[in-house]
């Protein structure tokens, strides 16, 4: 007889840990320090609060390390601590096909419990959890996540009084593999660079304590929860969403449960597919929700609106850049709200140039999505994709195409988006759509053309001081020649050239 | 207040559907069909039936489609039908870490029902299912699946008295594309292959027939299941284990619970452990298990049992590759069974050359884990790599190192493996562990050579056809002037020289 039974979602990604980014050693510290910080920016944020967050990496013995987040956000409610970090899927952030959608950092719910999941296997060692419960007060826990019921275990449960102010603190001991470079430093910085009004503080496993500093004092706006748009569900998600309306006429769900369908909208759909607009979602049929579908793609709506997204701002990116690099030229773009499969994203770019930089080198080039750095598959990403098939010569820059240039030059893009189209597992790369594509080559356009202006005059500016210095070198023997046949004073005309060449000069 | 709940991994799983190799219709359905006929076989070889499937793919309109897939294995007993197929991590196959494991195709208990999921949602259709329960009677049933429980929604069940004799039999309609190369008809060739004791017929959307024919009455025999091996596990695997083993004592747990420990293994392990052989397990803190792994690490232990694996055999491998290519020549090759990670591995390659084939294109590379074949990531893959990285020159076939070479020839490798290392999703490439590159490089290397042999035999033969038939033209004159020199009978010098020529040509 063979032999039938439920597996516990968490068995399942212990096993199957490669799907969410834990597949290596090195891959596997960087993600939990990045699950740690996408939550405690996200949380900091909601509640309105400038985030500063704390990192520590130590390396404890051989390739065993204990990574320390802390931040200064709300906290979790204490009935919620031990579910929001003992149990997969468990969480405030994971949106069903057809509900409502919102630009987050962390979007599954998933990540920081793998991250204990992880820790816990490799090291047998549970997580160290503290939150912030009232001003004044915390509670704090040992947690185990026990895998078969997918479940936590608490030890040692503790309502600390305290003075310090922070939020949540985890720390968890776990197998990695440390890198300087493409590793946590790098990871923080560019988190620092996408959200400068974050404070991040790190401390390597050498010790050494990296600031990234607070370069903007104003929080993000917050991107708005978006409803699904008509043009963009498939039938079994429209056939959910019926059976789930609180709407009581098909009328009321149409303008109800989507964004963008309107009054009239809502009447054409009706008509359109043949179904009275006051029928009830639930009396629904497939075959009547079919023709629903196709009368909801057919009909002309407008696009999905736009304040649902919380791009990072050309000012902001400006900051970004130049508190870490040393930059001779600057400059951002944020594009305009676009659409793919019905739903709105932004492209974003930032160049900075600077002489301090190799130029002989690859540039650097900084792939953000939702204003978190991804940090592998770089060449599978439409990021890459975009900026290697850019015609940067004629911006003045050193490139062979399908590569990156090379010039001494920092290149950031961001995707901003309800839902990114990461290709799998991990959300290192995103998919290459046309739509994304175009709307990151229109970006690069643009600040490529600021920089061919900067580059151009840069070289004006160099070729006019080589012309003065050759006036000037010669500016006494021409003043004599032009003494003698114009019978002027010499020392008036030698007074004349030199005012000619310092106005040139200007 | 942030509002906290638990999502259903079906409502994870219809989110993020690429993890499962739903990213694109044209792999969507294919891995639909993959998932059906995986089962099928799995089922039908522990059943100890010859399989014969049935699959039949049909463009309804658009890009929906309707996909049968119908077997001859045992069916399945009537109260897990619509669990296995109505749930997600529903099943008999997951083996969790630390449990023993078993070679089969499908490892997760996720694939049918995930298909089934990616066709309600593309066409809001259920499965329809039918199962032989006993001898002569089947139950159908139309099913859903409830994504926010993860519970089946069962529609129109039947007991159908039939004199039809197949096991389990189902219907999907689904959102796909259809490639006629390598899609559905090559996954079904190539399965074909690796399977020759299964008959497989097909169906194409144009109404075409295939059969791929049995060339083997021959079950392969059953591979044993496997306990963890002391030298690959983790610290946290071995806690869990500690937690759950029935045994009394660690001695007994040490034994029982792993391959490869007899008695001297055991008490060298706990005294190198400083822990006594007759302590609880359940007794045994963190620290403790530490100092055990540690000490069943270092610990000298033969390798893990190696009939835990089932190949195709050479002699299959010889005729599958036969039954589908016309060859002027055909090798196979079964390593012995390898290591990586304490897993053990084996690696299989057949080839297959033929004068039918085109000489100026690469070669047709089939790559196989589990005696499934894999159809996407071929360039990310171990088999690959190794393939593209051995010296093909030296045996006679044009190559340019690093891709693959050009030949009129077809290369089957498999490898097989209780834990097979896929690098990611959807089970379509390995990870190229440096273990499994060597051993698929020492497999190349065997059938290369035999392949040089049999290219060099070919073309000695050539060259002496060329010079028979050289001497055969000038033969009469030979004797002629033989004749004059020699004063012999000129009939009998050519009568000579004839049957020198017809030997020389045996």
Known sequence: MVKYREVAVSEFFEKNRHLLGFDNPAKA????????????????????????????????????????????????????????????????????????????????????????LYSQLTTGEPAIIESKVKNGQHYSCKLYIDTTKNLPIIEDEKILETTKE?????????????????????????????????????VDPEGKRHVFKRASEDLPKMPKAIKPHPHGIELGTLIKMLSRTKSKTLYNFLMNDFSKVGATGAKEICKLAKLKPSTKPSEITRKDAERLLKAMQSVKLQRPP?????????????????????????????????????????????????????????????RYANKVPMMYQQSECAIYKAVANTQWRRYGVSHSLGSLPMAPMVLLVHIASVWVPFISEGKQAIASYPEIIKEIKLALLDVGRKLSRYLSAQQRRYARERRIKIFTKYGVEVANALAELTKEDRAYIENLIKKLIEKEGL
Do not use: M, W
């Not at 001991?173 to 300087?180: F, W």
């Open 29 to 116: 510290l960087l993600t939990v320090v990045k699950e740690g910080v996408d939550n405690s920016i996200d949380a900091c944020e909601e509640a309105r609060i400038l985030p500063e967050i704390f990192v520590r990496v130590k390396n404890l013995r051989d390739d065993i390390y204990e990574v320390t987040i802390e931040d200064n956000g709300p906290g979790i409610e204490r009935k919620y601590v031990k579910e929001v970090f003992g149990r997969l899927l468990f969480g405030s952030k994971f949106r069903s096909l057809g509900e409502e959608g919102i630009q987050s950092r962390g979007q599954q719910g998933i990540g920081i419990s793998a991250s204990i």
């Open 166 to 202: 922070h939020g949540v603190k985890i720390t968890l001991k776990l197998r990695g593999s440390y890198r300087k470079s493409k590793g946590v430093e790098d990871f923080l910085k560019y988190t620092s660079i996408a959200n400068p009004h974050a404070k991040i503080v790190y």
């Open 306 to 366: 736009t304040d649902c997204l919380s791009p990072i701002g050309e000012d902001n990116i400006i900051k970004g850049l130049s508190k870490e690099y040393q930059a001779d030229f600057v400059t951002a773009y944020t594009r305009p709200v676009a659409v793919y499969r019905a739903i709105p994203f932004q492209v974003e770019v930032g160049l900075l140039y600077s002489s301090s930089l190799p130029s002989d080198q690859n540039i650097t080039l900084i």
